[in-house]
């Protein structure tokens, strides 16, 4: 069963702009985490927020988390062509031992040079 | 650098075959998970094991087994592998719990012919 839905499925950019990618979800949440996936490559974790926290940094990263409507964002600023990537955002419904993450269908971005 | 490697970045079996995917991570993380990949339905999890000689079916367990008998190791087995099980397989290890991550393989592209 898929927690997560991400939006929009695909985005193409220009170097410099910024890439804003949606991920909605069912139920509560312990922790949201965002992962990276290079083409086809093994997907790398980015972030984590937890769901007592609203917004988290991370160099050119920005996650929020709206836990009343059940949805996060990540924000890339000022975007590279390195950037290009498929994104996954993945739930964890708690944090205790047998904890596991489910992720959403990823939202692929190209950032042209 | 600590890693999940996975035996082979690619293969290519025949339908009926038994097919072993090996995965290891140094990390000496208890759990370990397996899902595919697939486009348009994301990542999706077969196995996942939180100690050694563990194991629990994921979400599409049908036609697949596991093997833990070493903490460090986790293979996935196609009993007798079909085309519909033509796919990128990714092993993945955590620590017990979901606030810190997956750690990622780099992925086997499995074709089935």
């Known amino acids: 069963s898929q927690q997560g839905e991400e939006d929009p499925q695909a985005l193409s950019i220009q170097e410099g702009e910024n890439a804003t990618m949606n991920c909605s979800y069912k139920t509560s949440i312990n922790n949201l985490q965002w992962y990276r996936q290079n083409s086809g490559r093994g997907l790398v974790h980015l972030i984590l927020?937890?769901?007592?926290?609203r917004e988290k940094h991370s160099g050119r990263l920005r996650v929020t988390l709206d836990t009343s409507k059940k949805s996060s964002s990540l924000l890339i600023t000022a975007s590279r062509a390195a950037d290009t990537a498929s994104y996954f955002c993945a739930t964890a419904v708690t944090y205790n031992q047998g904890g596991k993450l489910i992720f959403g269908q990823g939202t692929e971005l190209s950032v042209k040079p | 650098d600590v890693k999940v490697t996975q035996s082979s970045r690619y293969l290519v079996k025949r339908t009926g075959e038994k097919v072993f995917l090996e995965c290891v991570q140094d990390m000496d993380h208890e759990n370990m998970f397996w899902y595919r990949q697939d486009p348009g339905l994301g990542l999706r999890l077969i196995y996942f094991s939180y100690d050694v000689k563990m194991k629990e079916k994921g979400d599409i367990p049908e036609g697949y087994s596991v093997s833990r008998e070493k903490k460090e190791r986790f293979s996935l087995i196609l009993e007798s592998a079909s085309t519909n099980q033509t796919s990128m397989y990714l092993c993945?290890?955590?620590?017990?719990?979901?606030?810190?991550?997956?750690?990622f393989g780099s992925g086997t592209r499995l074709t089935v012919v």
């Open positions: 993945a290890s955590s620590l017990p719990w979901t606030g810190n991550g997956y750690t």
């Open positions: 927020i937890r769901s007592n926290e």
